[in-house]
């Protein structure tokens, strides 16, 4: 057993219920313990720096490699997004998953983890659903994944039902379920890693690479493997078990020691509490029986006055009394007068006054009507006066008597024609004056132009167009003879290259055959003499035979030479001879047919009438506009005329005479104004009369009205009993004075009479309060007089009452209180008392054990700083030697004894500090950065143990294309060697661009989901 572990348990058992001679001879096994942990410890570590620096430790760490845990092939029935889906994971390179965005690459992931660890039992803190819940298949009804594992060299199957909630493990090689061998969490029972620390370090995601954190198991772990120890137990895991220690706090209740010291403490202070209220009541009782004693003093009081205040109340009852009687005897002879008064006016009782509203508002009426007709009357008269002078000014122009507004309106517009053709007139000569001017400026004689024009005028269309066209005829054909003849010489001059190279080679051909003839002739000789041998003077003959043999074919070769390019040549030559024959012919007609036009026109020659045509052209559109100018004069004087001969017509017809030397425009404006102001006479004459006729209705509908109104009036007097011979003044007051004795009648009947009758006792009332006199006048005995009401007193009595119930109750108040207080105190202060004893007991003890714990948990912190340093260190050199690598502008990555970190900047050797790290650096070289520190904590984890399969997915989502690709390369080349490693990633073209490389070939196989 290690020596942590043996401290462990040792510290640990310190913790159990013992009596004092086990914690002795636990105290004693610690102090021999001590020297042998501390020798041990030091052994280890020296064996493991020394091992760790050697190439032998990394040849162990590749032959244990075989060894590892390997996931070989996946099986996923169900899983999220994923149905039916198997994958194979190459067994000696890097596994890259390719998938776009919502293919399953992380439902992948998820799978993979699920494996191996399973789901957690119950929601983590901060989730709404179950992890379990968020994977469930969108379209199967199985929820399963199966896997081919090898675990220290072992072949099994991992088969895991998240529906049925099943777990089983199969030996593949022999077929036997040894699920039972296994924990459901394989990572904690192989890797010594929980689900939680697997997730922080190995199961890497690029969206949450940041959310690295230590935990005490991982510390743990650490240190056990620092140690040489392959336990799980350590001081971490000590420390942890002694912050979850628990105190039996009454009832068997297990809480923590903190936790129980408060709730001893509030207990105590509860109780105290409750021991200074009992005090505080007893002394209160005490103030309670005073204050009895003074109610009960009050009570006396109060009976008295309530007595006095009763003798005072019945002797003002019988004043009252006396006074009621006496006022209900004279009430019955003011109740005689007015029944008097009633039967003399009882003739009014049928007065109409329901109607006298009626009757004031018909003679408001009736004078609203007269005052109408005197305001009418004032306007007619004003009115006829006015039609008077009207009349007579009608009457000084009876010419326009049988005028209408038409007229008006044939005068408006006659004028209006006038002033417009008169400015056209003006207009059009002032545009034909312009117009001259700038022909002349432009050196354009119109006259000449006209004389042209009208020499062309003559010629047919064809032949105009043809005039105008002639320079640009001419000169088109003048270059295409032109062009024939440079055709026409350029293909002679192809003929003659092709005559020259043909002559050439005759020439050499009949070279070569006399040269032939001349050495067959002399080596022929000589071999017929005999001169030379025979070989060398057949050799000559042959020769010679042979060159006139090549010279003849030469020559023959010579009349094929270019025979397709002489063709075209002379194709091209004679159709060269055509074209020039063609346009010289064209040209002498078009020059025949100009010459024959210009005589025609009386031209002098064809230049000068093409130079007449041009400038017949260049201002025919100014001489066009100049006749079209004239012409719309000529149309604007037309309708002048026209308009004038109009206008006196009509002025004619008015009875207006127009003098030929008059000026028509002035005579048209004054009987335009003359007939305007006419008109508007004749018609305010029309509406005056239209007026006075109304006036006369109007005047005859008010008096009709006054005369309803009068009957209504005389049949409301009629109705009271007026007079209606009377004046209607007169009949209005007698109706007034009748209404009077009406409003008197109703008084009397409706309030005077009923109010005395109310006032009037009955007998019997009258008799009752005889009989409360007599009865009071006994019990009072005097008569002295009193000064306030009986009323006043009654209130007196109530408040006096009521306070004597006040005090009666708050005497039985305070003997139940007083009671109280003194019973509770005797029942509870002895009871609060001895439970007080007793929670400062159980405190001391609790305080005891909370002592003992921090003394432990500061023994094992002292033990674990020095395992802390030393993973920290070979942390510190692993994390090291990765981070530049995946990130070339920092190194040196340093670890404390609490996973935290810092980096230096490899430019200028600035130290940075983690919460720098987080706030200032970019969130790729963060991804980098604590990619680092995950492998590196991945790789320490793995030295002493099962390596480590680490999953990526998409862990440089965040890096640019060249930390992308050196990233990928050394996680490619570097990991597969110790570890399993899976990458999935979305990034498909970074990828199919780095696959001409030759590291990605070899250490990477690619799985792609689309597939």
């Not at 039985?812 to 509770?824: F, M, P, T």
């Not at 935290?900 to 200032?920: L, P, V």
């Not at 793995?942 to 480590?948: D, F, L, R």
Request: charged share 30%; hydrophobic share 40%; net charge neutral.
């Amino acid at each position: 057993m290690s020596a942590p572990r043996e401290f462990s348990r040792i510290m640990t058992s310190k913790l159990l219920p013992a009596n004092p001679l086990h914690r002795r001879l636990n105290r004693r096994s610690s102090k021999r313990c001590s020297s042998a942990r501390r020798k041990l410890r030091q052994m280890r570590i020296k064996r493991s720096c020394t091992m760790r620096s050697t190439m032998a430790y990394m040849r162990w760490m590749g032959r244990n490699w075989s060894h590892a845990m390997r996931i070989e092939s996946i099986n996923i029935h169900g899983f999220g997004c994923l149905i039916d889906r198997r994958y194979e994971f190459a067994p000696d390179r890097a596994a890259l998953v390719i998938a776009d965005n919502e293919a399953g690459k992380s439902t992948l992931a998820a799978a993979i983890f699920a494996l191996i660890c399973g789901f957690p039992k119950r929601k983590q803190a901060g989730e709404t659903v179950k992890l379990k819940d968020i994977y469930q298949p969108w379209n199967s009804k199985t929820y399963a994944v199966e896997a081919d594992v090898e675990i220290s060299g072992r072949r099994i199957r991992i088969e895991r039902d998240f529906r049925r909630d099943s777990f089983t493990v199969y030996d593949r090689d022999t077929g036997r379920d040894i699920s039972s061998e296994f924990d459901t969490d394989i990572s904690a029972q192989v890797l010594k890693l929980p689900r939680e620390d697997l997730q922080r370090i190995a199961f890497i995601a690029g969206k949450d690479i940041q959310s690295f954190g230590a935990s005490p198991n991982l510390q743990a772990r650490l240190s056990a493997i620092i140690d040489g120890s392959q336990d799980d137990s350590g001081a971490e895991i000590a420390i942890a078990a002694l912050d979850n220690a628990k105190y039996s706090l009454g009832n068997s209740t297990q809480i923590r020691p903190d936790t129980a010291i408060k709730r001893l403490n509030q207990s105590i202070d509860d109780n105290r509490r409750r021991l200074a209220q009992l005090d505080a009541s007893l002394d209160s009782a005490g103030e309670e029986a005073a204050r009895l004693d003074e109610a009960k003093a009050r009570y006396a009081d109060l009976t008295a006055q309530l007595a006095q205040l009763d003798s005072e109340h019945r002797a003002a009852r019988l004043a009252e009394v006396r006074e009621r009687v006496a006022s209900a005897r004279s009430n019955s002879g003011e109740v005689d007068a007015l029944r008097s008064e009633l039967a003399l006016l009882e003739p009014y009782a049928s007065f109409p006054a329901q109607r006298s509203t009626q009757l004031t508002k018909t003679t408001e009426r009736i004078e609203q009507y007269k005052q109408q007709i005197e305001e009418i009357r004032l306007r007619e008269a004003r009115l006829r006066e006015e039609l008077d002078a009207v009349s007579v000014r009608l009457a000084s122009q009876e010419h326009f008597a049988t005028a209408t507004d038409d007229d008006l309106i044939r005068l408006s517009t006659c004028e209006s024609e006038i002033a417009n053709a008169s400015s056209a007139c003006k207009s059009k000569r002032e545009e034909i004056d312009h117009e001259m001017r700038a022909l002349s400026a432009e050196g354009i004689d119109p006259q000449r132009i006209f004389e042209i024009q009208s020499k062309f005028d003559s010629l047919s269309p064809a032949d105009r167009e043809f005039i105008r066209s002639f320079p640009e005829l001419d000169a088109r054909l003048t270059a295409g003879m032109a062009t024939a003849e440079a055709a026409s010489a350029q293909a002679m001059s192809g003929l003659q290259e092709i005559k020259q190279m043909r002559s050439s080679v005759r020439t050499t051909g009949r070279a070569f055959i006399a040269a032939g003839i001349g050495c067959f002739v002399v080596f022929l000789s000589l071999m017929i003499l005999r001169t030379l041998g025979v070989i060398v003077s057949g050799a000559g003959t042959v020769v010679g035979i042979a060159l006139a043999f090549g010279g003849a074919v030469q020559c023959a070769r010579a009349a094929s030479i270019a025979v397709d390019d002489r063709a075209c040549l002379e194709r091209e030559y004679d159709d060269a001879q055509s074209q020039l024959q063609r346009a010289q012919t064209e040209k002498q007609e078009a020059s025949a047919r100009a010459g024959r036009i210009s005589g025609q026109l009386g031209f002098d020659s064809v230049e000068v009438m093409i130079a007449g045509l041009k400038d017949c052209d260049r201002s025919i559109g100014r001489s066009d506009s100049l006749n079209a100018l004239r012409a719309q004069l000529a149309q604007a004087v037309k309708l002048l005329t026209d308009a004038n001969e109009r206008t006196i017509r009509v002025l004619a017809a008015l009875g207006c005479r127009c003098a030929p030397d008059d000026d028509i425009h002035d005579a048209l404006a004054r009987t335009r104004d003359a007939l305007s102001k006419y008109l508007a006479v004749r018609s305010r004459s029309q509406e005056i009369e239209r007026e006075l006729l109304s006036i006369t209705r109007t005047v005859t509908d008010r008096n009709r009205n006054i005369d309803d109104e009068t009957q209504v009036i005389r049949s409301i007097l009629s109705e009271a009993g007026v007079d209606t011979s009377l004046d209607l003044a007169e009949a209005l007051k007698a109706f007034d004075a009748a209404g009077a004795k009406y409003r008197r009648y109703r008084e009397i009947k409706d309030t005077l009479l009923p109010a005395a009758l109310r006032h009037v006792a009955p007998d019997e009332a009258i008799q009752k309060l005889e009989r409360e006199e007599t009865e009071l006048a006994a019990q009072v005995g005097s008569d002295e007089p009193i000064a306030r009401s009986s009323a006043e007193i009654e209130i007196d009595r109530q408040a006096a009452r009521a306070e004597l119930d006040a005090v009666i109750e708050s005497v039985q108040n305070l003997q139940r209180n007083v009671g109280a207080l003194v019973d509770s105190y005797r029942r509870e202060y002895p009871r609060l008392k001895d439970e007080l004893r007793s929670l400062e007991r159980e405190l001391e003890k609790a305080s005891r054990f909370e002592r003992a714990i921090e003394i432990a948990k500061d023994v094992m912190k002292e033990v674990a700083e020095s395992s802390h340093r030393r993973w920290a260190a070979a942390l510190n050199a692993r994390a090291s030697d990765i981070l530049p690598h995946l990130n070339p502008a920092y190194d040196d990555l340093r670890f404390d004894d609490s996973l935290s970190f810092t980096i230096r900047h490899s430019s200028d050797g600035r130290i940075i500090q983690k919460s720098d790290i987080d706030s200032r650096l970019s969130t790729g070289a963060k991804d980098q950065v604590y990619l680092a520190v995950r492998l590196a904590c991945c790789a320490e984890l793995s030295g002493a143990g099962e390596p480590i399969p680490i999953l990526l997915d998409d862990p440089f989502m965040a890096a640019d294309d060249s930390r992308f690709a050196g990233g990928l390369h050394y996680l490619a080349e570097n990991l597969p060697s110790n570890h399993q490693v899976i990458i999935l990633s979305c990034h498909r073209e970074r990828h199919e661009r780095l696959k001409q490389e030759k590291w990605f070939t070899e250490c990477i196989s690619c799985i792609d989901l689309g597939d």
